[in-house]
């Protein structure tokens, strides 16, 4: 028996407005056509790639060892990998020797890694096609490489107890490479304008370039909305079926049950 028509007829309301609203939220009405849900967590993406931008301070931070030499002896997985960074760090001022996968870097630390620091920023801000056209490679996968040789180069650095150099190049690695890397193609939530023009390789900008990202008042009232929404979303469908299952009876079957146990 039916405990209270109006509660289950705004219960039968909610939910099926509730399904409504699901189904509009998973079909693809947003721009780029997306649906609702790709378009938040793109939006939420764009927010944390924002939030990782740290080139500024890294390069600041190379200037404490410019004039300070490295070397490294490293053995590439294959040719075209060694042949790749062979390209890659001579344009960011390095000494190589090379014999078959096996490499020998070599230079000034702080002005290599500016090179490294610049080649990471500009795939960062989504330059990949025009990188990639200008190198001859994946710019990808000359990142990646790259990103292979610091990690022995810090493991050099482990071994022989050289602190300063090693959280170096350990940050190098984590605020540049791998942001950039795992942010592939996705655009920055308050970036700047993308940068015009040919690929230079090997070509180095004046730090800071740009300005820490900026989330703007555009993006906190997008984000302020979401928030709200997501709240009331889970109230609507909450609030919906306490009213559906008290309107149905469910409730006073529940303590009936309970009174004759």
Avoid at 28 to 57: E, I
Avoid at 176 to 187: R, S
Wanted: aromatic letters at 12%; proline letters at 3%.
């Amino acid at each position: 028996m039916l405990s209270n028509k109006n509660k289950l007829q705004l219960g039968l309301i909610g939910i099926i407005s509730f399904m409504a609203m699901l189904i509009v939220w998973l079909s693809p009405v947003a721009p780029g056509h997306l649906t609702g849900l790709q378009w938040t967590d793109q939006f939420f993406n764009s927010l944390t790639k924002a939030s990782a931008y740290q080139f500024p301070k890294v390069f600041k931070d190379s200037e404490r060892f410019m004039g300070k030499t490295f070397n490294l002896s490293y053995r590439a997985s294959n040719e075209n990998e060694a042949k790749m960074l062979e390209k890659l760090y001579v344009s960011f001022g390095a000494k190589i020797e090379a014999q078959g996968t096996s490499l020998t870097i070599s230079g000034d630390l702080g002005r290599v890694s500016q090179g490294i620091l610049s080649y990471s920023e500009d795939f960062f801000n989504n330059r990949r096609k025009d990188m990639t056209s200008v190198l001859g490679f994946d710019s990808k996968d000359g990142l990646y490489a790259i990103y292979l040789s610091q990690q022995a180069l810090e493991k050099s650095y482990l071994r022989n107890n050289q602190a300063s150099e090693l959280q170096f190049v350990r940050e190098i690695l984590e605020r540049a490479i791998e942001p950039a890397y795992n942010f592939d193609g996705i655009v920055a939530a308050g970036a700047p304008k993308s940068v015009e023009g040919e690929y230079a390789l090997g070509a180095l900008r004046s730090y800071p370039s740009i300005e820490q990202s900026p989330v703007g008042i555009k993006e906190m009232i997008i984000l302020s909305a979401l928030i709200i929404f997501y709240l009331l979303y889970t109230c609507w469908y909450g609030f919906s079926l306490m009213y559906l299952l008290e309107g149905a009876g469910v409730s006073k079957l529940s303590k009936k049950s309970r009174k004759e146990a």
